[in-house]
């Protein structure tokens, strides 16, 4: 983390102070030497007092301790519920909360992040796809193809496609308690490049696994993208990197929470019509007439 020269590289770093603003004690005053620096046109002076509120704030960011409590302060908090219903309506199984949060059926579970992702994406970036096909389903051989979460057009590169495939961590569940958040998500990482990777750059696309923890801990390269669009995002509004990116984080944890209420509240079953719309309008004619 390097040593601010500029104003805007303090409004950089206490913008990811404030984001981790209930973790540190007394922030406001431990911070008050570098929020000078960013008032109206003060001229940028750094000195020993300003340089000894950046040790000790990035001292603070830094520990191990605060970044196992972002990552342990989750749905652990939360009572299980009384009034769920007793089976999942998607797979059958007994609908505990901790099930709700898993099952995989009908799709909830990966709304918490592609469609708030889809739509920030297409604030900046023209052509913003949702569900790519990158390969097309082969019936006779049993071939079900491959298709991703998101494609978007320019990210790194002018008119080279990025594609992503999310993937969303319970950091509950048994099978990862043995494991440090790092691993489980490199591991989530890796096995979405072995999926998806060399068919998406036999396309001449580059892919970006997109993984992160139901409590917003995110993998590497998810955190390198969202640095990115918030870069994008701020150019075009004319806003600092430190309020977009705050925006962004605000925008996703809010998706999260809603999308863990649809995975306890909502329903997995695909509705299928019996009639088409042209057979239901003569139906719903017939009977007024």
């Not at 805007?8 to 209930?22: E, P």
């Not at 992040?113 to 990158?134: K, L």
Request: proline share 3%; glycine share 6%.
């Amino acid at each position: 983390m390097a040593v601010p020269t500029s104003a805007s590289d303090v409004k950089r770093f206490l913008g990811m102070c404030n984001y981790l603003a209930r973790l540190i004690p007394k922030l406001s005053q431990a911070s008050e030497p570098l929020r000078h620096l960013t008032e109206g046109k003060a001229e940028f002076i750094w000195g020993l007092t300003e340089q000894a509120a950046f040790d000790l704030l990035k001292s603070i960011i830094s520990q191990e301790q605060l970044l196992n409590s972002m990552v342990s302060t989750n749905l652990h908090v939360m009572r299980d519920l009384t009034d769920l219903p007793s089976k999942c309506d998607g797979c059958g199984a007994s609908l505990t909360m901790q099930h709700a949060l898993d099952c995989k059926v009908g799709g909830l579970v990966i709304q918490r992040h592609r469609d708030c992702i889809g739509d920030i994406a297409a604030q900046v970036w023209t052509q913003v796809v949702r569900e790519p096909i990158v390969k097309e389903a082969e019936t006779q051989i049993g071939d079900s193809g491959l298709r991703l979460d998101l494609g978007v057009r320019g990210i790194w590169q002018s008119q080279a496609d990025s594609l992503f495939d999310f993937k969303v961590i319970d950091t509950d569940a048994p099978s990862y308690s043995n494991r440090s958040p790092v691993a489980f998500l490199e591991s989530g990482a890796q096995d979405k490049k072995r999926i998806y990777k060399q068919a998406v750059e036999d396309c001449r696309g580059s892919f970006t696994p997109f993984v992160t923890s139901v409590d917003r801990l995110l993998h590497r390269e998810a955190e390198q993208f969202l640095k990115r669009m918030a870069t994008c995002v701020a150019s075009k509004w004319k806003k600092s990197y430190a309020q977009t990116c705050g925006y962004i984080r605000a925008r996703l944890s809010f998706a999260i929470i809603r999308a863990a209420s649809l995975c306890l509240r909502g329903s997995r079953v695909k509705w299928r019509s019996g009639l088409g719309f042209e057979d239901a309008r003569v139906a719903l004619y017939s009977i007024m007439h």
